[in-house]
C-alpha cells in the first residue's frame, strides 16, 4: 500500500480532537476527515468518519485489516508530529 499527500489540519484541541487528516491511498483512493486524537495514556489514534442516521451512526470508510490501519497510522502521526515541530519553529524568534 502506498500512502502518500498526506495533509494536516491543526485545529484547536477539543476533547481530545487536535487535528484532522487525508491522504491518497495508492495513487487513486482518496481519504480525508480522518480524526487525530490524543489518548489519555498518551500517544496518537485516528478516527474515520461517520454518517449520523436517527440514533445510529453509519461507518463511511475505516480500516478493516489490522496491519494496514497501522502502516495508515503511522503515516499519519509521524506527517502530524512533523508539521507540529514545524508549525512551533514558526513561533520562535531568531533569538530564542
Given at each position: ?7 494536516i ?69 509521524n ?11 514558526r ?6
Amino acid at each position: 500500500m502506498i500512502i502518500n499527500e498526506v495533509e494536516i489540519t491543526p485545529v484547536k484541541p477539543n476533547n481530545g480532537l487536535i487535528a484532522f487528516a487525508s491522504c491518497v491511498i495508492d495513487e487513486w483512493l482518496y481519504l480525508g476527515s480522518i480524526g487525530i486524537y490524543t489518548k489519555l495514556e498518551g500517544g496518537y489514534r485516528l478516527t474515520f468518519p461517520t454518517k449520523k442516521l436517527a440514533n445510529t451512526s453509519i461507518n463511511i470508510y475505516h480500516p478493516i485489516n489490522r496491519d494496514k490501519s497501522q502502516e495508515l497510522e503511522q503515516v499519519i502521526i509521524n506527517k502530524y508530529e512533523k508539521v507540529m515541530s514545524n508549525n512551533n519553529d514558526r513561533y520562535h524568534s531568531v533569538s530564542d
